[in-house]
């Protein structure tokens, strides 16, 4: 396989717009494809949005889950690194909040550092929380899904889907529950942070520990919501990415 084959495996481009002022990369959740970010992409007019297709799901289901979001990290990034044309913005939803931010590390040590990191629905990363969903029996693991909002009533009565979307949902539950991050792990990026005020993964406090990951600017934002806030409650959101970039392409003219 080429690098440009590799690099189309892993990022899927989500909208249509041409000669961005920065390039927005997004990061699912645990059991979540790229086009999960579909709709939210198109409401972005002079950013390229790219999505992030982890292996082991829809057109990649035939490829091996990754043993840790650091091996993930290490992937994403190596395919980032020199992607420098355009400024880089990161986003993460829960899990999808952590590979970010490890890619974020490592983009950053190779001087190729995004202009700033949101992490959505998701606790600091230094904050070890003592979770097991991933080793639950099915009928309970699947109830987590439902309380989350992340899969509809109707998919459960579907087995054929169920046996689609259960593995790489549990693997990725796997390596989420499981990462740890060194409390002195600091990026120096700004990193700003949202959560919906329903969210029942994730409280204000637990989400103010990223501040503790930078040595940079941090904001944090409660949004009404649960854990997938911005799906019909976006807005503010999407202002707040547009403004960080305008603001920092502005500080660097």
């Given at each position: 396989?080429?690098?440009?084959q590799?690099?189309?495996?892993?990022?899927?481009?989500l909208n249509?717009?041409?000669?961005?002022?920065a390039?927005?990369?997004?990061?699912?959740h645990?059991?979540?494809s790229?086009?999960?970010y579909?709709?939210?992409?198109?409401r972005?007019?002079?950013?390229?949005?790219?999505g992030?297709?982890?292996?082991?799901?829809?057109?990649?289901r035939h490829?091996?889950?990754?043993?840790?979001?650091?091996?993930?990290?290490d992937?994403?990034?190596?395919?980032?690194?020199?992607?420098?044309?355009?400024p880089?913005?990161?986003?993460g939803?829960?899990?999808?909040a952590?590979?970010?931010?490890?890619?974020a590390?490592?983009?950053?040590a190779?001087?190729?550092?995004?202009?700033?990191?949101?992490?959505c629905?998701?606790?600091?990363?230094?904050?070890?929380k003592?979770?097991?969903?991933?080793?639950k029996?099915?009928?309970?693991?699947?109830?987590?899904?439902?309380?989350l909002?992340?899969?509809?009533?109707?998919?459960?009565?579907?087995e054929?889907?169920l046996?689609?979307?259960l593995?790489?949902?549990?693997?990725?539950?796997?390596?989420?529950?499981?990462?740890?991050?060194?409390?002195?792990?600091?990026?120096?990026?700004?990193?700003?942070?949202h959560?919906?005020?329903?969210?029942p993964k994730?409280?204000?406090?637990?989400?103010?520990?990223?501040?503790?990951?930078?040595?940079?600017?941090?904001?944090?934002?409660?949004?009404?919501?649960?854990?997938f806030f911005?799906?019909?409650?976006?807005d503010?959101?999407?202002?707040s990415?547009?403004?960080?970039?305008?603001d920092?392409?502005?500080?660097n003219?």
């Open positions: 396989m080429t690098a440009a590799d690099f189309d495996l892993w990022m899927r481009k249509s717009t041409e000669d961005p002022r390039r927005l990369i997004c990061f699912p645990a059991g979540g790229a086009n999960f579909f709709q939210f992409a198109r972005f007019a002079e950013l390229q949005v790219y992030v297709q982890y292996p082991g799901r829809q057109d990649r490829e091996r889950f990754r043993d840790s979001i650091q091996e993930l990290a992937e994403i990034a190596g395919l980032m690194v020199g992607w420098n044309d355009a880089l913005v990161l986003l939803n829960s899990m999808g952590l590979v970010a931010f490890e890619v590390q490592r983009l950053e190779k001087g190729n550092a995004p202009l700033s990191l949101f992490a629905g998701r606790v600091g990363p230094t904050l070890r003592d979770e097991q969903t991933h080793l029996g099915k009928d309970a693991f699947l109830r987590e899904m439902v309380l909002g992340g899969m509809g009533h109707e998919l459960l009565q579907d054929e889907i046996d689609l979307v593995p790489p949902m549990r693997a990725d539950y796997r390596i989420a529950e499981t990462y740890c991050c060194p409390p002195e792990t600091r990026l120096s990026l700004p990193i700003h942070v959560i919906g005020n329903q969210d994730v409280t204000e406090d637990e989400a103010a520990e990223w501040r503790k990951s930078t040595t940079g600017e941090f904001t944090l934002n409660t949004h009404d919501g649960g854990h911005f799906i019909d409650n976006g503010r959101l999407i202002n990415i547009n403004t960080t970039v305008e920092a392409l502005a500080a003219a």
